[in-house]
């Protein structure tokens, strides 16, 4: 079901649904989509309109479905950095998680990087 942010669904936006995890590889994708609904419902932040939950549901669709030479089936692990980089922004954080451009360049995100 495409879900704004993972989460709502653009025409039903008083539904959340969190806790879906795709693998074990982001693991924090989940809670960082739960901090993102808390700020939602404590008003921290405001959805965009209808129209834009929908090009972004669709634009992340769309880079979903992109398949690589080296993957038979579609590759969304490398997508949820960006993704999780978008929440963070949404929320007004910062979205480089490291202490330095080296580290955030070289270094996996975890779990630790998004408290």
């Keep these: 079901m495409p879900l704004y942010r ?4 653009p025409l039903v936006p008083n539904i959340a649904f969190v806790g879906y995890l795709e ?3 982001n693991l924090h994708t989940s809670e960082l989509r ?10 921290k932040f405001k959805l965009p309109s209808v129209e834009k ?3 972004q549901t669709n ?3 769309a880079v979903s479905k992109r ?3 080296f993957y038979k089936r579609h590759c969304i692990s490398t997508f949820s950095i ?3 980089d978008e929440i963070c922004e949404e929320m007004g954080w910062n979205s480089w998680r490291k202490k330095n451009w080296i580290s955030e ?3 996996p995100y975890g779990s630790q990087d998004y408290i």
């Design 6 to 9: 993972g989460t709502i669904h």
């Design 23 to 25: 693998s074990v590889s």
């Design 34 to 43: 739960s901090i993102w609904l808390g700020r939602l419902v404590d008003e």
């Design 53 to 55: 939950m929908i090009e």
């Design 59 to 61: 634009k992340e669709m």
């Design 67 to 69: 398949t690589t030479r």
């Design 82 to 84: 960006n993704h999780s």
């Design 105 to 107: 360049a070289f270094s």
